[in-house]
């Protein structure tokens, strides 16, 4: 019958270890029309896959976005001790971290914050919120590189400069890195 057909995907031997076999996407079907006790199992346990799949993306995504807040502190405390004079203000030290942010924001992203909001106005968060994983481990590594930048006196424009290409070589590296694929 099979040979009659053209059936692909089956086989059907007799003998003693004989059976008939099919490819598991027309045992799949053939269960399911079976059996709609068998067609919800299939379901379910497809749906809890695809979960544990996305847990495992998410889990990848939160460590970096944790790793890049906690290296934050490390550019702050540079920006704190290297260029915040002793006699400004409140406002004008929280523009200086702005513009510094809005530094690794250029390099990485290329654009500001603000340049962020303005273009995706519905979406949920910033722009580091919304970053691949790719990006969220180069801005960690920018951050620490910032850090040793300013410490050794290099002005924004230089600074900024060199972290954009670093930027770029690092993502071409990641991007093309099969084992960041599989952390997706």
Not at 126 to 142: K, S, Y
Not at 149 to 168: P, S, V
């Amino acid at each position: 019958m099979i040979a009659l057909t053209g059936a692909k995907g089956l086989i059907a031997s007799a003998g003693r270890y004989g059976g008939t076999y099919g490819h598991r996407d027309i045992a799949f079907e053939f269960g399911s029309w079976l059996s709609p006790e068998f067609k919800l199992y299939l379901i379910k346990e497809f749906q809890r896959l695809k979960e544990d799949e996305n847990d495992r993306l998410k889990l990848g995504w939160n460590l970096q976005r944790t790793l890049s807040k906690i290296n934050y502190r490390i550019h702050t405390d540079a920006i704190r001790e290297t260029l915040i004079p002793a006699t400004i203000t409140k406002l004008q030290i929280s523009l200086v971290y702005a513009n510094e942010v809005d530094l690794l924001n250029v390099a990485l992203f290329g654009q500001t914050a603000k340049e962020w909001r303005e273009a995706n106005p519905d979406a949920r968060g910033n722009v580091r919120d919304n970053a691949l994983l790719e990006q969220l481990v180069v801005l960690t590594n920018l951050e620490s590189l910032n850090a040793v930048l300013i410490r050794q006196g290099l002005t924004q424009a230089d600074r900024l400069n060199k972290l954009n290409e670093i930027a770029i070589s690092q993502m071409r590296t990641l991007l093309a890195d099969n084992s960041m694929k599989r952390l997706k």
